[in-house]
């Protein structure tokens, strides 16, 4: 072997490990979906028979899927904003402590550890109408909570499962934002005139704005795709769809329903869905955000 | 404008550190006061305590007569000028300038009417859309204090303002700060570790040591009668040289064994240091008669540093360790590895101490103080 050849070689062999994983786990299965989008299965996956476009038009004939399409905007928009905010409020408080900053930090970022499951799980039995903490509280203020029966209220839960779960990933990323801002700049507004809450919304708040920009397109998509386990072990997506987003049901109609056309038709549809937002983020948002 | 007092003020931090040993100082209105000193030696905690971006420990700080020590910094009316300028990024330099302004409600109409007028003062008035980022170093050094002018403080604070500017720019940016100081006669805190722009800037120096005041004066006073070693170390380019000098009767004994004739009236045996310029070390010219009261350093050149108008001589003088500096005439031809005859005359010397304290004013001295 040349010298030449050796070093064409080297390259993809230490990238291989990487290049099978997202090949064998990505690419391949995102391959199989699309190709299903164009075919009608049995549901024992013995026969199928090419449909065109049949799938994608039957998906967007269906009431439900509007509605999931409603649930997933409104589950979306609260979590990335709440997600956010909180986030954000926990983080200029953070930055401010001084003894037992280290604790605070990790405390706060702690959920981040937590499987996404086993969060929905810790906030399905606090919210349980007849076993949870919250709920058996929210009774005696004269709550009638039952995530079981009012769609509602079970969609404000896996909004407050899902804000509680990604508060920490954006935690981090407005704390270490927060701390490249130059304590001189605060100081020079203060000078100024500018009392703390202004000085927030003058200086410090456009000042993170690359970061809030980051953070809106992952919260985006981190409430489209990676909120399955927490609505799956919460609700399962009910009472009556009032909890089922499109990523769920993908989910439903496909492994629930073995419906794998309409269900490979419905990912697709979600992927360029999510595509587009994220590219109108990045053409309109991004421009705005730099300084 | 106004006046500032500083009475006994301290500054310690809660690990008990204690970063200013009691200041006392008095501003007088319209003046520049320049704080110089080495790194950590409090003088930009001291500005910051004016500035109250920090807390005062105990004493008294008072802007006008009155005391100021519990008001938010914005309610001093003060503006300061930072190292870094700390100039918002993402502000255009018109909002940048504006800012204070509109903090404070000022009308829209009178706001456009100052900052227009402060843009044109600094010659701003091209770059007033422009951001931060677009703009050269010397530009937002402008900026920064265009910010500081158009709010009309009573009282201007600088934090080593031009130490991110190349050489040539610090020295024009220099000239500038004076310049607007004088003409808009606003009295002015100015902290720097370049001695240089210390003395050109001043009208009083203040040099500070390890949070104490070591002497405060106006830059000549201090040049010509240092109060203590460190001043007199700390002021003037090159630094000073010491020599360890031994008291004999009424004569100094130099290192190299060479005897001044002083008439000091000191204790005998005394271990004391003289302080002398390199520009106040002279050269005998060929054949000529040493003055009365004059001793020669027999020196060995090691070094020299040509700077055009003046030449540096490190030169090596028996029995010391350190180089003695001579600025010799740049005509002067000197060469590496000669020996160099120095002549160290009884004027424009300087005594000190062992604590470092200069000595009462002897025969050394007095001829110097006008």
Known sequence: MTHFQRYRVTPWLLMAPQLIIVGVFFFWPSLQAVEQAFYVEDAFGLSRQFAGLANFAAVLHEPDYYQALGTTVVFSLSVALGAMAIALLLAVQADRVIKGANAYKTLLIWPYAVAPAVAGVLWMFLFDPTLGLVSAGLESLGIDWNHNLDGDQALLLVILASVWKQMSYNFVFFLAGLQTIPRSLLEAAAIDGAGPWRRFWTVTFPLLSPTSFFLLVMNGVYACFETFA???????????????????????????GQDLGSSAAQSVLLMILVGLLTLIQFRFVERRVQY | MATLQLSALEKRYPNGFTALHGIDLAV????????????????????????????????????NARRVNDLEPAERDI???????????????????????????????????RVNATAELLDLGALLDRRPRQLSGGQR???????????????????????NLDAKLRVQMRLEIRRLQKRLGVTAVYVTHDQTEAMTLADRLVVMNAGRVEQCGTPMALYDRPATRFVAGFIGSPAMNFLPVTVRGERLELPDGGELDLATGLDDGAELTLGVRPEHLTTLP?????????????????????????TLAYTRLAGLDEPVVARLDGEHAVAEGQTLRLVLTGERLHLFDAEGQRLAERRCAVDVVS
Do not use: W
């Open chain 2, 141 to 163: 050094q402008r900026v920064a204090m265009g910010r500081a002018i158009v709010r009309e403080p009573q009282v201007f604070l600088f934090d080593e303002p031009l130490s």
């Open chain 2, 28 to 63: 007088e209105d319209g003046e520049l006061v320049v704080i110089v000193g080495p790194s950590g030696c409090g003088k930009s905690t001291l500005l910051r305590t004016l500035a109250g971006l920090e807390s005062i420990t105990a004493g008294e700080l008072a802007i």
């Open chain 1, 230 to 256: 927490t609505i799956d072990t919460v609700t399962g997506g009910g009472p009556a769809g009032a909890t089922t987003t499109l990523v769920y049901k993908v989910y439903e109609d496909g492994f629930i």
């Open chain 2, 79 to 113: 503006a300061m000028v930072f190292q870094n300028y700390a100039l918002y990024p993402h502000m255009s330099v018109y909002d940048n300038m504006a800012y204070g302004l509109k903090n404070r409600g000022v009308a829209k109409a009178d706001i456009r009417r």
């Open chain 2, 286 to 310: 060929d054949g000529a008669a040493m003055p009365a009261s004059a001793v020669a350093l027999d020196t060995r050149v090691e070094l020299i540093e040509p700077l055009g108008a003046d």
